[in-house]
């Protein structure tokens, strides 16, 4: 029996054994102070877990509070399994992105297929029907065989699960940077839908209900992992790595079936995801939340392992669980209801009213700590934060444009960069029409689908350009969430909430902390501006390697509504004649910029700049021209600028061209990334209604029917001359040529 | 006509196969769960929706074969009554023995979601009346295991009854024998797919190239399926 060779309270004590499970000595102490003894090892596993900046926010929350988290649709913000807002006719829109991103720097397929099947069971928890998956990914440059190993690792384990699962996957992104390399991001979103009164909360609540387990078995595997998650990777520290946890969907389908079954049944009082911290989270959550105590009688778990200790079962991160609290007398109903869907259900404790967790285990209570103070009463750190002296240095910087010679072959690399390329190799992994609901599936600016029984659609996109976060956090925090906003509005919808993923290095280092400060300042600003509270999130910090920090990446996942399906746009033009207009002002904004980095190869100073009154204005004005019906497609300029943008255009339009005539200077108009610009198309008929409602619109050109593409300065020299094949060549197969590539 | 959309654990786009019978040829349709699959006498058709059956544990439509629902499911196609099985349906089919041939990976060892276009090969069936022989069709695959493989005896067998129903049209991506993408049985009353009619039934999600099958369906009501 292990059990029997675990340390004593007093040998934790006197060793410090705490700091191998990621406690300090201060938390140690306060841990002590508040329990009013020393814990024994099972204790200390619980409050090491759950005072874990993963389940704690401890280093974060003075950051988390600058979110605006409230607005009229707004009906359950931060702190539940995922954020609720309410869609109009008695339904509402649920969901949530959340980073797996330590798990899939180790075992990417594993990581990444579980990161997915995390988010959709913190969506069902919440009696929500899962109705499409978003991701967005990063990086290295794919140069390295271990970053093309996790790519396709990664990719191919978000689509194992999310196929498996029969939910669509509609939207995502994927950037790649050196800063990435072995430290890849996976950020997973799920979307789901439900109707006002089928909302659940995770509460243990009501003196002796019935605690209940449903799902697979618990083994030793993911022990620590919200721990583990939470601490800097190091490459010499992968031998020592706990045991990843992996996931089954075919158990979370049939348990996704019975807990929407089980949310129709009022004898459901309270349902939460195993997800970190498995069962010491869930439960402590619970209680806490409803202000009760839990009993739980661990002999009773079902267990995938013999002899599992009181220590490994409560820390284990085994997948596909859930924990529900149903009301007293109708556990045999609920049992049956699972066991028809083959899922193992079974109680194993109850509610009680004295406020703790207490474990039971082979008829010793194993530990007995206030649900509270594991779940609330966690260290809240004001960490230090200071300007990195890189950004004075970068501020001062002018703005110059990089040298080009070859105009052409500049536009030709951009559109082979994976950043910019075709992403078709990752999205025709991804079952898209699975529920056949998809309007707009990857490859468009944003995912749609459908509301069935209504004309609206749900559209959804993430983003998140990282490189102007590094050069201005603040800068940059706005324009991540203005770009998504233009993603959601050149498809025809109206953002209305998001969620964010903040992943970012080690909050110990002050330059660190200043970035995740001054990013959420921005973000804010533009969540007031732009309309879009944030409902819900996930941190991930230390995402370092050998005490590199990755570029601040606070990923931001926005869902908008379409008011009416028929005034869902794409960005392929449409037919030719059509007018070509490109909204707002370029300037020379070179910062952060793809070109910058493909030409320098590394970035340097300011971010281009954001107005977010301009912003709106303009969003709101192009929006309003989409719903009157008077746009033939719209797309933002984003990596690349407008020449990337214009010859997305044309592809996937065959027949068509394009034939522009821009200002200034050359390398400028192609390919600065200035912000708030988009790039559109309107028939011949609408010109005039169009230039009343969009003001910042400057007609460029035309849609031509030749397969060309034809870029001219004002005295009508030509910059840029190709046909669509050779363009749209480059762009398509960039992605399969470099997983290809030998080293 | 009342369809069954028979559901084994794991077929997660049942509901897709509810829709389009709903869009299409608005008839009455029920979910059948496999524990119930001893009503299927009831029903005038039997459908059997794509998705991940049992996990696609041991290989993909294994170990809905050992199910007793299969047995059910056998006899339900030797009553003569139509049975249309799209993606693991298919896989399911062919693992039961009711339709012959096998399945591999796809060749690029990876899913695969895409539009393909498909050849009718053989529009004197139940289930394709309402095409042309011949007709280019649009559908949707979304599948691991695409790649369907018969001996050459299989082969001139499928040829020589005219049991290829459907061909890819442009490429043969996933490698399947003969660019085979959907096959029926000797008698003619079971189609196994692996493109997705049931996702291309309206226009706002990505056409209509399906919806001919379904009404292919209720116009051979009443027939008797004998070669």
């Known amino acids: ?743 | 006509m009342k369809f069954a959309v028979l559901v084994f654990p794991g077929l997660t786009c049942d509901l897709d196969m509810y829709h389009a019978i709903e869009e299409t040829v608005k008839q009455d349709v029920e979910y059948v769960w496999h524990t119930e699959a001893d009503q299927l006498d009831s029903f005038d058709a039997v459908l059997l929706p794509t998705g991940t059956s049992y996990g696609n544990y041991l290989r993909p439509g294994a170990l809905a074969k050992s199910s007793p629902a299969c047995k059910q499911l056998q006899a339900f196609a030797e009553s003569g009554k139509l049975v249309l099985g799209v993606g693991n349906g298919f896989h399911i089919l062919v693992e039961a023995g009711i339709l012959p041939g096998g399945f591999l990976r796809n060749q690029n060892l990876k899913f695969r979601s895409a539009l393909e276009i498909v050849r009718v090969e053989n529009n004197n069936t139940a289930f394709t009346k309402d095409y042309t022989q011949g007709q280019m069709l649009t559908l949707p695959v979304a599948n691991e295991f695409g790649n369907y493989y018969a001996d050459d005896q299989t082969v001139e067998k499928l040829k020589s009854n005219n049991q290829i129903v459907f061909t890819y049209g442009d490429e043969n991506i996933d490698g399947s024998t003969e660019a085979i993408a959907g096959i029926t049985n000797e008698r003619g009353n079971v189609l196994g797919m692996m493109p997705l009619p049931e996702r291309a039934v309206e226009a706002i999600i990505g056409g209509t190239d399906g919806t001919a099958l379904f009404q292919s369906i209720m116009n051979s009501r009443g027939e008797q399926h004998v070669n």
């Open chain 1, 1 to 743: 029996m292990s059990i029997n060779h675990e340390p004593t309270a007093e040998q934790i004590k006197e060793n410090r054994l705490y700091l191998q499970m990621g406690m300090t000595d201060a938390e140690y102490e306060r841990a002590v102070e508040k329990l009013g003894r020393i814990p024994n090892y099972v204790e200390t596993g619980l409050f090491s877990a759950m005072w874990s900046e993963h389940c704690s926010y401890k280093s974060s929350k003075s950051v988390l509070r600058r979110f605006p988290t409230e607005g009229a649709r707004v009906l359950q913000g931060p702190g539940e399994g995922a954020g609720i807002v309410d869609i109009g006719d008695n339904q509402a829109a649920v969901f949530k992105m959340e980073s797996h991103n330590s798990p899939s720097a180790i075992e990417p397929f594993i990581g990444a297929a579980t990161g997915a099947g995390g988010i959709i069971r913190d969506v069902f928890s919440m009696g929500a029907r899962p109705v499409a998956l978003v991701n967005s990914l990063r990086f290295g440059d794919l140069t390295e065989p271990r970053d093309r190993f996790l790519f396709e690792e990664a990719v191919a384990g978000i689509a194992s699960y999310g196929n498996a699962m029969g939910i669509p996957t509609v939207a995502g992104e994927v950037q790649f940077d050196q800063c990435y390399s072995k430290r890849p991001l996976v950020n997973a979103m799920a979307v789901g839908l439900l109707n006002h009164e089928d909302i659940q909360k995770g509460v243990a609540a009501g003196i002796g209900n019935t605690v209940i387990y449903a799902g697979a078995t618990t083994g030793r595997d993911g022990i620590h992992g919200a721990t583990m998650s939470s601490s800097e990777l190091s490459i010499e520290e992968e031998q020592e790595l706990p045991v990843m946890q992996a996931g089954d969907p075919f158990i979370e389908k049939l348990l996704m079936e019975a807990c929407l079954e089980l949310v129709q049944s009022d004898a459901l009082i309270g349902i939460q995801d195993m997800g970190a911290a498995g069962l010491t989270s869930s439960a402590a959550e619970m209680a806490s939340k409803a202000g009760y105590g839990v009993e739980l009688n661990l002999d009773l778990v079902p267990q995938r392992e013999e002899n599992m200790t009181a220590y490994e079962m409560m820390l284990s991160e085994s997948q596909e669980r859930m924990l529900i609290v149903v009301k007293k007398g109708r556990e045999e109903e609920v049992i049956a209801l699972f066991t028809k869907y083959g899922i193992t259900a079974a109680t194993i404790g109850h509610v009680t009213d004295d406020k703790m967790l207490r474990l039971l285990h082979k008829g010793e209570v194993a530990a007995e700590v206030s649900a509270d103070l594991l779940a609330e009463d966690a260290p809240s750190y004001q960490k230090e934060s200071k300007e990195p002296a890189s950004f004075a240095k970068n501020q001062a910087i002018e703005n110059k444009e990089p040298q080009v010679t070859n105009l052409k072959e500049t536009l030709l690399d951009l559109l082979q960069r994976p950043t910019i390329a075709s992403k078709e190799w990752v999205y025709n992994q991804f079952d898209t029409g699975a529920r056949t609901n998809t309007v707009l599936a990857p490859g468009a600016s944003a995912g749609v689908i459908r509301v069935r029984g209504t004309n609206k659609g749900i559209a959804m996109t993430a983003d998140c350009n990282s490189r102007f976060i590094y050069l201005d956090p603040e800068v940059g925090g706005k324009i991540a969430v203005a770009e998504a906003a233009r993603n959601l509005v050149c498809s025809g919808a109206e953002p209305i909430a998001l969620t964010d993923c903040l992943n970012f290095g080690s909050p110990d280092k002050p330059e660190v902390f200043w970035q995740l400060e001054k990013s959420a300042d921005g973000i804010s600003e533009a969540c007031r501006k732009l309309n879009a509270p944030v409902i819900g999130g996930n941190v991930s910090l230390s995402n370092e390697v050998n005490g590199v920090p990755i570029y601040p990446t606070p990923t931001i996942g926005l869902v908008g509504i379409v008011h009416d399906l028929g005034q869902v746009t794409t960005p392929g033009f449409k037919q030719a004649g059509d007018a070509i207009y490109l909204i707002g002002q370029t300037e020379t904004e070179f910062g952060g910029s793809e070109l910058q980095q493909m030409i320098e190869g590394k970035i340097f100073g300011k971010s281009p700049a954001i107005d977010l009154d301009i912003e709106a204005t303009r969003q709101q004005q192009l929006l309003g021209a989409i719903q009157a019906g008077i746009i033939q497609s719209a797309d933002d300029l984003s990596e690349g600028g407008f020449a990337v943008a214009l010859c997305e255009g044309t592809f996937g339009s065959p027949g068509l061209g394009a034939d522009v005539t821009v200002e200034g200077s050359a390398i400028t108009a192609l390919f600065s990334e200035t912000q708030s610009r988009f790039l559109v198309t309107v028939q011949a008929d609408q010109v005039a209604a169009f230039e009343e409602k969009v003001q910042d619109a400057v007609k460029i050109g035309t849609v031509t029917d030749g397969e060309e593409i034809v870029i001219k300065d004002a005295e009508g020299t030509v910059l840029v001359e190709g046909t669509v094949e050779e363009f749209q060549t480059a762009w398509k197969g960039a992605i399969a040529c470099l997983l290809n590539s030998e080293d």
